[in-house]
């Protein structure tokens, strides 16, 4: 029983400690959060950005997991990379699209799992350049985009299903072939490719201002990596990068208790978005970033036509958005590298939208109130934006909005002042606070015309 009741009492007491060791982070936690948060700052506020997936995989043009999914050789890979000319790309072309859609920023890959580089590197001829007159694809797009305004970012697969030190394992095309198995592969040989490859990107290429890690799976992760010296390598170049979170794997769960690490500032829920703004353990809010791609394949697929509508990706970057995320939107360049059309008009409908609701999406943030049934909030400082996506329910109920504290209700595409009334019909439940419409009112944006609520708090 004395025994019983000491085991209980210490549970007792390590549940309290750990209670309060949840509620108090480390001074060294403290310290590298608030660095997160600086250096995000303008990522946080530019919300939206262009992925890119282009790579000698646009050539047999069923994505860019080819090699593994149909667990092709180097040798037999080979033939792809010989017809591997992209003639037509024009990265000055790219950045005026990824503008004009109002993205921000673009993370281009710079080597995909399949180790063929885009960029000049010194350590490998496995590369595009000589094949290319000369020319360094990365580089090209770097001064592309900076010359439009945006930010860069380089996308780098730690994984590389080309290099002879880098194992069968994981989904390496050769991972059945017991043969290719006993082969000695140098792991520190290859840490030490990866590493100088990093290098030379993050040495030779100008200011980066993102660096897109991908990825680490089962004992693949951190320290396998030698992620803390990559890091710091980075760092000692490019202070102010910005890091995804793929050098390690993320042991976080959809419902929060997360730690932001030295090893990377953002998340990356890929393919879906989370379901409530990302927390840390504490409760402080975690940079994050979707990735999405346009159909269903990121690098290049000629008969993938499964395409987003623009409303769609609209819709997913306000849900974003209203969870204080990012959303980063992929476009896989075909063969001759030029992005497929259909993702042309797609991107040109989302910068129409853009050009007259962007101020509901750059700087904002979650709002503090429920999402409601209608569509969702974003929020800047004291102005709510009602994004407005399934009017045919007629009222607009901004419920929770607080009615002694609003200034002005408009529309945000012409400014348009809106009146708005406590009830409606007999609906007078607390809270309401329904904006007039009117009976035919002039909707430029079905799917999500965005009411402007300004607060004087
Ligand atoms: C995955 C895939 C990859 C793609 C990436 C984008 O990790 O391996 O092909 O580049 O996600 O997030």
């Known amino acids: 029983m004395k025994k019983l009741i000491t085991f209980c009492l210490s549970l007792l007491l390590l549940s309290v400690i750990s ?12 310290e590298n959060y608030k660095k997160v948060m600086d250096r995000t700052q303008w990522w946080r506020e530019a919300r939206f950005g262009m992925f890119i997936h282009f790579g000698a995989y646009a050539v047999p043009a069923r994505g860019e997991w080819v090699k593994s999914n149909e667990r092709i050789t180097t040798e037999k890979y080979q ?50 350049t000589p094949r290319f007159g000369g020319r360094d694809l990365v580089r090209e797009f770097l001064d592309a985009f900076r010359a439009e305004g945006l930010k860069v970012g380089l996308y780098y697969s730690i994984i590389d299903w080309h290099h002879p030190d880098y194992p069968n394992v994981g989904n390496h095309p050769q991972r ?24 030379e990107l993050v040495r030779d ?43 390690e794997i993320n042991h976080g769960t959809a419902t929060g208790q997360r730690k932001i690490s030295f090893l990377g500032d953002f998340e990356t829920p890929e393919q879906g978005i989370p379901d409530a703004p990302i927390l840390d353990q504490y409760g402080n809010p ?18 993938d036509r499964n395409w987003k509508s623009p409303e769609l990706v609209i819709h997913s970057l306000v849900n974003c958005v209203s969870k204080n995320g990012n959303l980063l939107l ?9 992005i497929p059309e259909e993702s042309i008009r797609i991107l040109k409908e989302v910068g129409k939208w853009m050009d007259d609701n962007h101020e509901s999406i750059y700087g904002c943030g979650a709002c503090q109130l429920a999402k409601p049934d209608w569509g969702r909030y974003t929020r800047k400082g004291n102005t709510i934006y009602a994004h407005w996506m399934h009017p045919n329910l007629g009222q607009l109920n901004t419920r929770g909005v607080p009615a002694d504290k609003v200034k002005y209700v408009s529309f945000l595409k012409s400014g348009a002042e809106l009146s708005w ?37």
């Open 19 to 30: 209670v309060y060791a949840q509620e108090k982070p480390s001074a060294e936690y403290t």
């Open 79 to 128: 033939k792809y990379i010989d017809v591997f000319n992209p003639a037509d790309y024009d990265a000055k072309e790219w950045a005026k699209i990824a503008k004009a859609a109002g993205m921000k920023y673009a993370v281009l890959t710079a080597k995909h799992h399949d180790g063929y580089c885009n960029f000049d590197s010194k350590l490998t001829d496995y590369k595009l």
């Open 176 to 199: 059945d072939d017991k043969e290719y198995g006993k082969r000695t592969f140098n792991w520190d040989n290859y840490l030490k490719y990866m590493h100088g490859q990093v290098e």
């Open 205 to 247: 290429y100008g200011r980066l201002d993102i660096m897109w890690f991908d990825y680490s799976f089962d004992e693949y992760s951190g320290e396998k990596w030698k992620a803390k010296e990559l890091v710091q390598m980075v760092r000692k170049y490019q202070p102010n990068i910005i890091l995804d979170n793929r050098l």
């Open 286 to 303: 975690v940079p994050w970033e979707t990735c999405l791609t346009l159909n269903n394949n990121w690098g290049y697929a000629e008969n």
């Open 330 to 338: 992929n476009v896989g360049p075909d063969a001759r590298g030029r």
């Open 421 to 457: 009334q406590k009830t409606w019909w007999g609906n007078n439940e607390t809270g309401n606070f329904f904006i007039n419409i009117g009976s035919s009112p002039k909707m430029p944006y079905p799917f999500d015309t965005v009411v402007k609520v300004e607060m004087s708090e």
